[in-house]
C-alpha cells in the first residue's frame, strides 16, 4: 500500500519530563497522513520528529497541541526531502502552557517542497516560541513558511523564519 494514515499521541499525566525521538521513513512514490496530538497535563515534554521523504514521496503532517497550564514542551521536527519529495505541516496550538516549536526542512532534490504552516492562541503570561528554517540545496524548490497568533493579556510569542538558498539551487 502506497497510502498510509499514521497517529501519534504524546499525552502524559505525570509529572515527570518526556524525552521522545521519533524517526519516519517515507519511501518512493508513497504517501501519509500523520495526526500528531498534545494533551499534556503537569510534564515537561521534548519530542523530536525526523522526516526523511525519498523520491515522490509526500507527507501531509497534522499537529495539535492542547497542554494545560503546568506543563511545557519543546518540538522539533527536522525534515529531508528528496527529489519531487512534499512535505506539508500544519500546527495548531491552543495550549495553556509555554511552548518551543521549531522546524528545519532541506529540499535536498530537484523540485521538492516543504510548506510549514502555524496558527496559535496565547494568553496569560504563556511564551510561544516559533522557528522556521528551511535550506534550498537543490533546483526549482518550493517553501512556504506562514505564522498566524492571537495574543491577550501578557502572554508573548516570536517567530523567526530563515531561508537559504545554495547557489546550486536556481530558479528556487
Known amino acids: 500500500n502506497n497510502k498510509s ?8 499525566d505525570e509529572e515527570n519530563s518526556v524525552f521522545s525521538k521519533n524517526y519516519i521513513n517515507v519511501n518512493e512514490n508513497c504517501e501519509s497522513i500523520i495526526l500528531e496530538s498534545f494533551n499534556n497535563k503537569v510534564s515537561n515534554m521534548n519530542i523530536i520528529n525526523y522526516f526523511d521523504l525519498k523520491k515522490n514521496s509526500k507527507i501531509i503532517h497534522f499537529v495539535f497541541q492542547e497542554n494545560q497550564e503546568q506543563a511545557s514542551l519543546q518540538y522539533t521536527n527536522y525534515i529531508n526531502c528528496e527529489e519531487r519529495a512534499e512535505y506539508k505541516q500544519i500546527i495548531f496550538n491552543s495550549s495553556n ?3 518551543r516549536n521549531h522546524n528545519y526542512a532541506n529540499l535536498l532534490g530537484e523540485f521538492s517542497r516543504a510548506d510549514l504552516q502555524g496558527f496559535f492562541l496565547a494568553n496569560g503570561n504563556q511564551i510561544i516560541d516559533n522557528k522556521t528554517v528551511v535550506n534550498h540545496y537543490a533546483p526549482f524548490c518550493t517553501s512556504d513558511q506562514k505564522y498566524k497568533g492571537i495574543l491577550t493579556d501578557n502572554s508573548r510569542a516570536s517567530y523567526l523564519s530563515k531561508t537559504y538558498v545554495n547557489e546550486k539551487a536556481q530558479k528556487t
Open 5 to 12: 494514515k499514521i497517529y501519534i499521541n504524546n499525552k502524559n
Open 97 to 99: 502552557c509555554s511552548i
